[in-house]
C-alpha cells in the first residue's frame, strides 16, 4: 500500500483472493487453465476496457489500484502516521512525473522512527520510482556518472592532500636483488638463505668464505700440472667381437616364396 495516496497496489487485495499471495493467485491461474485447455493460461487481453463488457465477454476484470476505504480507522491512522512520519522527517513532497526529476538526484540517508535506510527509493522525493527508474532516467538526462555538484564524501571519500616532493624521473637501474648489494655479489640468494637459517642472522660473503671448509674454495689445478700416475696404465686392444654391432649391419634377409596349383 502506498502510505501518501491510501491506494493498494496489490493483487491479493485488489480482487475477490482475500488472504492470497502473488504465488496462490497465480498458481490457480494455472491449475484452471490446465483442467481446461490442458495448456498453460494465455496472456490476458488489455480490450475491451469496460468492466461490464468484459463481464459480457467472459474476461477476467483487469488490474485496478484499490483504494482505501475512509471508514476503516487502522488504514487510516496508519496512512496518516506514515505519511507525517515521512513529512517531518524527510520534508520534501515525492515526485510523481518523471519530467519533474531533477537532473542530478543526490540520496541523502533517511532516520525515521528510530530506522536508518540506506536506499534512495526510500526517500520522500524517489519513494514513487525504483532504483532501476531512477538509474534510467538519469541515464537519458545525460548524467551516466554523478556531476561535481553532487556530494560523494559518503560513498567516495577523498584522501587528505599529503606534502610530497615532487622528484624527476630516474634514468638508473634499480636491482632488486641482495646478490647485487655490496658484501653479499659472490653467494647465490640460496645460499644466503640457507645460511641465514644455520645461523640465525645474515652473513656476508666473506664471513661464509671464512666459515667454508678450504677444500671447497680450492680450486681445480690445471691437467697440465697434475702429477703422472705411479704405474703406467697398459692400453691393450679391444677385439672386434667386443664391440656392439649396428642394428642395419647385416643386409636384411629377403622372404622367399613358391607359388603353385596343387
Do not use: W
Amino acid at each position: 500500500m502506498s502510505a501518501a495516496d491510501g491506494t493498494f497496489m496489490c493483487v491479493a487485495d485488489a480482487f475477490a483472493t482475500p488472504g492470497k499471495s502473488f504465488e496462490e493467485v497465480r498458481m490457480a491461474d494455472y491449475i484452471a487453465a490446465y483442467q481446461s485447455t490442458g495448456r498453460p493460461p494465455v496472456p490476458v487481453p488489455q480490450l475491451p476496457a469496460d468492466a461490464a463488457a468484459r463481464a459480457a465477454l467472459g474476461l477476467p476484470p483487469l488490474f485496478a489500484p484499490q483504494p482505501v476505504a475512509s471508514t476503516s480507522t487502522s488504514t487510516s491512522a496508519l496512512g496518516s502516521a506514515l505519511s507525517s512520519s515521512l513529512a517531518g522527517a524527510l520534508g520534501p513532497q515525492r515526485i510523481v512525473r518523471a519530467a519533474d526529476l531533477p537532473p542530478a538526484q543526490e540520496f541523502r540517508l533517511r532516520a525515521a522512527d528510530a530506522e536508518r535506510y540506506h536506499a534512495i527509493s526510500c526517500m520522500s522525493e524517489y519513494e514513487f520510482f525504483s532504483h532501476e527508474e531512477l538509474r534510467f532516467y538519469a541515464y537519458l538526462a545525460g548524467n551516466k556518472t554523478a556531476p561535481h555538484t553532487i556530494k560523494m564524501d559518503p560513498f567516495a571519500p577523498v584522501a587528505a592532500a599529503k606534502d610530497v616532493v615532487a622528484t624527476g624521473a630516474s634514468l638508473e637501474d634499480k636491482l632488486q636483488s641482495i646478490c647485487a648489494q655490496p658484501g653479499f655479489e659472490r653467494h647465490s640468494p640460496e645460499e644466503l638463505r640457507i645460511a641465514f637459517l644455520l645461523h640465525r642472522r645474515e652473513l656476508t660473503s666473506a664471513e661464509l668464505e671464512q666459515l667454508q671448509p678450504p677444500g671447497l674454495l680450492a680450486v681445480a689445478a690445471p691437467a697440465s700440472l697434475l702429477p703422472p700416475p705411479a704405474t703406467p696404465i697398459a692400453l691393450s686392444p679391444m677385439p672386434m667381437s667386443a664391440l656392439p654391432q649396428p642394428v642395419f649391419a647385416t643386409p636384411p634377409s629377403v622372404p622367399k616364396f613358391s607359388f603353385g596349383f596343387k
